[in-house]
């Protein structure tokens, strides 16, 4: 069956601007959680969706934002750019929500560059 | 602070065995042991994970020190393949996930 896919996998900002990134999850997963991946900082957790709900939020700003239609499909916002927010943003979906016990499937990620 | 530790670089010759170590003392019992590996330009991809016993599967086995306080993936015969970054990350109750730095492992043919 088809993997996460994340929409688009490549981008370039400015400063300032916001930006939309997608994720399709894999059939049947109710949960969709993002995460943030720089060279400094590693990986980190940006929040998880569950049945279109809210379930867990990390430790980022407001201009971090995400939500989850009802076909389990999700999309993260970041609004008012900074040099900073420059990373690899990588969709994770799983059949239940967490990670405790639970195996989590990755997309290959969108990159986002901010000039 | 609830850290995992991990060696920065690890290099194995291709057919041996690897075993990458992971710390991570400040351990509660009710909390998970995940391990992924990420290849170049792709996101992570689930290797193993495990609670208090050992574990096996068809990529790699988990040893989980009787204490808890490390844990260590072993790739039975390492192939040009398993050259990736290998992230250690604990899980506690509230999905309070911790991200290792990661352990990159080079394969030498």
């Known amino acids: 069956k088809a993997g996460v896919t994340q929409t688009p996998r490549y981008l370039i900002k400015t400063r300032g601007q916001q930006v939309t990134l997608s994720c399709s999850p894999i059939?049947?997963?109710?949960?969709v959680s993002w995460y943030q991946q720089t060279p400094g900082q590693g990986l980190q957790f940006l929040f998880e969706?569950?049945?279109?709900?809210?379930?867990n939020k990390g430790n980022f700003p407001g201009r971090f934002s995400g939500r989850q239609f009802s076909n389990s499909r999700s999309e993260m916002n970041v609004s008012t750019l900074e040099l900073g927010d420059s990373a690899l943003y990588l969709c994770?979906?799983?059949?239940?929500?967490?990670?405790?016990?639970?195996?989590?499937?990755f997309g290959e990620g969108s990159w986002l560059t901010v000039v | 602070d609830a850290k995992t530790t991990q060696p920065n670089s690890m290099e194995s010759n291709e057919e041996e065995p690897v075993h990458l170590p992971c710390n991570h003392s400040?351990?509660?019992?009710?909390?998970?042991i995940h391990w992924y590996r990420q290849l170049p330009s792709q996101g992570p991809e689930y290797v193993i994970h495990g609670l208090t016993s050992n574990v096996n599967n068809r990529m790699a086995s988990l040893a989980i020190a009787e204490d808890r306080k490390s844990s260590t993936l072993i790739l039975h015969r390492a192939t040009l393949r398993d050259a990736a970054v290998y992230y250690c990350i604990r899980v506690d109750n509230n999905n309070d996930m911790r991200f290792g730095a990661g352990t990159r492992l080079t394969v030498k043919p």
């Open positions: 969706y569950f049945s279109e709900t809210q379930r």
């Open positions: 400040t351990i509660s019992g009710t909390d998970y």
């Open positions: 994770a979906s799983s059949l239940f929500g967490g990670w405790a016990g639970n195996t989590i499937y």
């Open positions: 059939s049947g997963h109710r949960s």
